[in-house]
C-alpha cells in the first residue's frame, strides 16, 4: 500500500479546534477533505497526549552505535577515498556486523555520501604558492581593471565529441531508439583547433589552428588577431593581455615579442584553467556548437565561428564581474582548484 502524505500541523489543529466546536468526526472530514478515520485517529491521539505533534516513533535499534558513526565518519574525513567494504571489515573487527547500506546511512545522517571524485589539474606545492600569491596580490584589484583585460586561449571541438549533455523524454525501455540516442564515432571523428580571445566587452577573434602550433606560429597569430580584436572591443589605453604558461606562450621569443610590441602580459599562475574566464567561454561555445550537430568538419568550423560572433556581452561582463569571488575561493581552498 502507498505510503500517504502526513498532514501538516495546521490540518491537524484545526481538527481539534472543530471537534471542541461540537462538530463530528463525518462533518470535519467533509469539510477539511480528510478520511473520517484520520480523523478519528487525530481526535483520540490529542485527548490521550494532549497534543497533535508526531510522537517519537518506535523501531530496531541501530546497528552501529554513536561511537561506531564516529569512528567511521573520522575514518572517512582523514581519507575520503576508504570504500564501504573497508568500513564493514573495520566494524566487523570490533564485534559490529553491518552491510554497506548501513554505513551509507550512517555517513548520510552525517552529511557525507559517496561520489565520483572530479579529474582536476595536478598541483605541485610551488603552483599552490604561486596560485595564492596571484589571488592575494589581485583580491583587490578594482573591477575596471579586469574590464580592461584580454583573455585568451587555445581549445580543441571534437566533431561528435562529449561537448554536452542532451535530456530526452522517452518511454520505459525506449533509451535505445534512434531518437534518443547521441551518437558517437572513434576519436570523436575528428576535431578542430581554435584560439580565441575575449574581454569584459566581448568576444574578439576566433580562428583555426589548421597546423600543429609552435611558437612562431603563436607569434603570428598574435600578431594578426590580437591587436585588431583590442581595437574592436575598443578597449582603453594600457588593456592587458592575459595567456597561460603553456611554453609557446613562455618561450624567450615569444616574450621578447610582446616585450617589442609594447604589451602588458597578465603574470600567470601555471595550473590555473578555473582562473582563465576563456575556459567558461569554451564550455558555452561547445553546448552551442553540439546543439546545432554538425555532420562535418568543414559545418563544425562554419558553426564554431558563426556561435562564437553571436555570443551576447552580457555573457562576457558577467564572467569577468565574477572574478573577485574566484580569487577569493582560492584563497579559502588555500591555493588549491576551485568550483570554477
Known amino acids: 500500500m502507498a505510503k500517504t502524505k502526513e498532514l501538516s500541523k495546521d490540518i491537524r489543529n484545526k481538527i481539534v479546534d ?29 485527548k ?18 554513536p561511537r561506531g ?34 554505513i551509507s546511512n550512517t555517513l548520510c545522517r ?20 604561486a596560485r595564492l600569491k596571484f589571488a592575494r596580490e589581485h583580491l583587490d584589484d578594482p573591477d575596471e581593471d579586469w574590464e580592461n583585460v584580454i583573455w585568451s586561449d587555445e581549445t580543441k571541438i571534437e566533431l561528435f565529441g562529449k561537448n554536452s549533455t542532451c535530456r530526452v523524454w522517452r518511454r520505459k525501455n525506449a533509451e535505445l531508439h534512434p531518437k534518443n540516442t547521441i551518437p558517437t564515432v572513434k576519436h570523436g571523428g575528428g576535431d578542430i583547433m581554435l584560439w580565441g580571445c575575449f574581454s569584459a566587452k566581448g568576444p574578439g577573434r576566433l ?29 582603453k589605453r594600457g588593456w592587458v593581455f592575459q595567456h597561460d604558461n603553456d611554453p609557446k606562450h613562455t618561450a624567450r621569443a615569444t616574450k621578447e615579442w610582446l616585450l617589442k610590441k609594447h604589451f602588458k602580459v597578465l603574470e600567470w599562475p601555471s595550473q ?51 572574478y573577485r569571488k574566484r580569487l ?13
Request: charged share 25%; with cysteine.
Open 18 to 46: 472543530l471537534h471542541q466546536a461540537g462538530k463530528t468526526e463525518s462533518a470535519i472530514g467533509k469539510q477539511l477533505g480528510v478520511k473520517k478515520s484520520t480523523v478519528g485517529a487525530i481526535i483520540r491521539k490529542w
Open 48 to 65: 490521550t497526549y494532549k497534543t497533535t505533534d508526531n510522537l517519537p516513533r518506535s523501531g530496531a535499534p541501530r546497528k552501529i552505535s
Open 69 to 102: 558513526g564516529k569512528m567511521i565518519t573520522r575514518t572517512v574525513s582523514k581519507n575520503p577515498r576508504t570504500t564501504q567494504g573497508d568500513l564493514v571489515n573495520d566494524l566487523q573487527r570490533a564485534g559490529t556486523k553491518v552491510t554497506k547500506a548501513t
Open 110 to 129: 552525517q552529511g557525507l555520501k559517496s561520489c565520483s571524485a572530479r579529474r582536476v589539474p595536478l598541483l605541485k606545492p610551488v603552483d599552490v604558492q
Open 207 to 235: 580562428i583555426r589552428v589548421k597546423e600543429r602550433m609552435n611558437g612562431a606560429m603563436y607569434r603570428e597569430i598574435l600578431s594578426k588577431n590580437l591587436l585588431p580584436s583590442a581595437r574592436a572591443l575598443k578597449m
Open 272 to 322: 590555473s584553467p578555473d582562473l582563465n574566464l576563456i575556459e567558461n567561454l569554451w564550455r558555452v561555445l561547445k553546448i552551442r556548437v553540439a546543439q546545432r550537430q554538425p555532420q562535418n568538419i568543414t559545418a563544425l568550423e562554419e558553426i564554431c565561428m558563426e556561435e562564437w560572433a553571436k555570443l551576447p556581452a552580457t555573457v562576457c561582463k558577467n564572467l569577468v564581474a565574477t
Open 328 to 340: 577569493t575561493s582560492v584563497i579559502a581552498n588555500k591555493g588549491y582548484i576551485t568550483k570554477y
